[in-house]
Nanobody
Framework: QVQLVESGGGLVQAGGSLRLSCAAS????????LGWYRQAPGKQRELTAT???????NYATSVKGRFTISRDNAKNTVYLQMNSLKLEDTAVYYC??????????????WGQGTQVTVSS
């Protein structure tokens, strides 16, 4: 199985920046797409940003131009650089990974979540 360990969350003022990190560990044949999802109070969990194994990225419209997702395949780590943070970015951020732990079978794995709070 794959374990995801997140770091970098915290409290920041509006307009500030944070960088989230998520490192995958465990036994797997391959790590595919990686991503960040967030869940704000009273809302459903939503896609924030994803990055494919080849480096293609996808962003929620609400974060385009402000957030940047990247990955280091050698370290099995995905990052989310968050700039120009807004109050609406306040949420629990979850790391997601697609991993092949059995040959030919892809499964989703989730981190424990890290709180990001943006204050005025």
């Amino acid at each position: 199985q794959v374990q995801l360990v997140e770091s970098g969350g915290g409290l920041v003022q509006a307009g500030g920046s944070l960088r989230l990190s998520c490192a995958a560990s465990g036994r797997s044949f391959s790590i595919g797409a990686l991503g960040w999802y967030r869940q704000a109070p009273g809302k459903q969990r939503e896609l924030t940003a994803t990055i494919s194994s080849g480096g293609s990225t996808n962003y929620a419209t609400s974060v385009k131009g402000r957030f940047t997702i990247s990955r280091d395949n050698a370290k099995n780590t995905v990052y989310l650089q968050m700039n120009s943070l807004k109050l609406e970015d306040t949420a629990v951020y979850y790391c997601n990974a697609q991993a092949m732990v059995r040959l030919g079978v892809w499964s989703d794995y989730w981190g424990q979540g890290t709180q990001v709070t943006v204050s005025s």
